[in-house]
């Protein structure tokens, strides 16, 4: 009966000791261990990323930088760069904008909503670079973003290629 409370106590001291060290598992209680990919200066997740250094250029070309407003096009609107545009038009475009850009392409009539007519005005009076940008950012829940799928000569391609849209009389 001695050694049963003997041992009994042994066990509730360890299952104590247990239960403390337990604590410091699974940061229960987190003490910052110094691990070595701790020692260097990182951003930590949601902090903001420093501006762009003056005069950087973005390794894919005249693409925007962050706060610098639109791009200049770079691509002369010639006929290789038009008709380009056009077959990239044709696989990317049509099905929403329609062959002639007017916003009504085949699955148009299905979608909430409705795509720009590409002829009018509020489009073509806006810069070449405003068009790159929309482009390549597209419009949340509307339309989507080209940049992984089109290079940065498509997407001018596509701009210069927008620019020929007229209206039928
Ligand atoms: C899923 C259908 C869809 C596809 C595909 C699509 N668009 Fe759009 N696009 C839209 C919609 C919808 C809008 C209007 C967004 C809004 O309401 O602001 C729009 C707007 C635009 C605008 C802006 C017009 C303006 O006045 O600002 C441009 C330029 C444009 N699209 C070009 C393109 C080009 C070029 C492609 C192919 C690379 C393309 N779109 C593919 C649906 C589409």
Same mark, same amino acid.
């Given at each position: 009966?001695? =050694? #049963?409370?003997?041992? =009994?106590?042994? &066990?509730?001291?360890?299952?104590?000791? #247990?239960?403390?060290?337990?604590? &410091? !598992? #699974?940061?229960?209680?987190?003490?910052?261990?110094? %691990?070595?990919? $701790?020692?260097?200066?990182?951003?930590?997740?949601? $902090?903001?990323?420093?501006?762009?250094?003056?005069?950087?250029?973005?390794? $894919? *070309?005249?693409?925007?930088?962050?706060?610098?407003?639109?791009?200049?096009?770079?691509?002369?609107?010639? /006929?290789?760069?038009?008709?380009?545009?056009? /077959? =990239? &038009?044709?696989?990317?475009?049509?099905?929403?904008?329609? /062959?002639?850009?007017?916003? @009504?392409?085949?699955?148009?009539?299905?979608?909430?909503?409705?795509?720009? @007519? =590409? !002829?009018?005005?509020? %489009?073509?009076?806006?810069?070449? *670079?405003? +068009?790159? +940008?929309?482009?390549?950012?597209?419009?949340?829940?509307?339309?989507?973003?080209? @940049? $992984?799928?089109? !290079?940065?000569?498509?997407?001018?391609? +596509?701009? @210069? #290629?927008?620019? !020929? +849209?007229?209206?039928?009389?």
């Amino acid at each position: 009966m001695r =050694l #049963f409370k003997q041992l =009994l106590g042994v &066990f509730a001291v360890l299952g104590v000791a #247990f239960a403390v060290l337990s604590l &410091f !598992t #699974f940061d229960v209680i987190k003490i910052d261990w110094v %691990t070595f990919m $701790e020692i260097q200066p990182a951003y930590k997740p949601m $902090e903001n990323p420093l501006a762009v250094p003056a005069r950087s250029i973005p390794v $894919e *070309g005249p693409l925007s930088i962050p706060n610098m407003g639109a791009p200049e096009n770079p691509v002369a609107a010639d /006929e290789v760069s038009i008709a380009r545009g056009r /077959e =990239l &038009f044709m696989i990317n475009c049509q099905m929403c904008h329609g /062959e002639g850009g007017q916003g @009504n392409g085949p699955i148009a009539a299905n979608i909430v909503n409705k795509p720009a @007519n =590409l !002829t009018l005005d509020v %489009t073509q009076s806006k810069s070449d *670079g405003s +068009l790159f +940008l929309t482009i390549s950012n597209g419009v949340l829940g509307r339309m989507p973003p080209m @940049n $992984e799928n089109l !290079t940065v000569r498509d997407r001018w391609d +596509l701009v @210069n #290629f927008i620019r !020929t +849209l007229v209206a039928p009389k």
